[in-house]
């Protein structure tokens, strides 16, 4: 019988971490997606960053911390897709964290992050200095 817990309980553990675990998407699908006008993405890299260049579009996490919520659409089921610096980093975790407790639903991480984007020979933006 203690097996049989012991087993309940680390598979109920396991679930909950994979439950947890944000899907990711590819470059080539956030692409179709931004073409599609159908997406709103997260630089989770910081300020400075976001500044020197991030995914067109991108809003910085780090600097709309607190107003999220204003600067995110009202459809909680929008794809919003949160990335950091690269698969290795896991500041978009935060980012993807902020938009589900708002409410949001479909939310993604682009693994490749940001020097994932540029190796891949896509464009980047500045940020603007306001």
């Known amino acids: 019988m203690r097996k049989l817990l012991a087993f ?3 598979f109920v553990f396991t ?3 994979y439950a947890a675990e944000i899907p990711t998407i590819t470059i ?3 692409k179709e997606a931004m073409a599609a006008k159908k997406v709103v993405l997260l630089d989770a890299n910081g300020t400075d960053s976001w500044q020197q260049g991030h995914i067109p579009g991108a809003i910085d996490f780090s600097a709309n911390k607190e107003s999220l919520a204003s600067v995110l659409p009202q459809d909680k ?3 919003i897709v949160a990335y950091c610096a690269n698969p290795k980093c896991p500041a978009y975790k935060k980012a993807a964290a902020a938009a589900k407790k708002l409410g949001y639903t ?3 991480h ?3 992050g ?3 984007w540029k190796d891949a020979g896509e464009k980047t ?3 603007s200095k306001t």
């Open 28 to 30: 080539g699908d956030l």
């Open 77 to 79: 089921d929008a794809l």
């Open 110 to 112: 682009l693994t490749a």
């Open 125 to 127: 933006e500045p940020g």
């Open 106 to 108: 479909n939310i993604k």
């Open 8 to 10: 309940a309980a680390a």
């Open 15 to 17: 679930a909950s971490l």
């Open 114 to 116: 940001i020097q994932g």
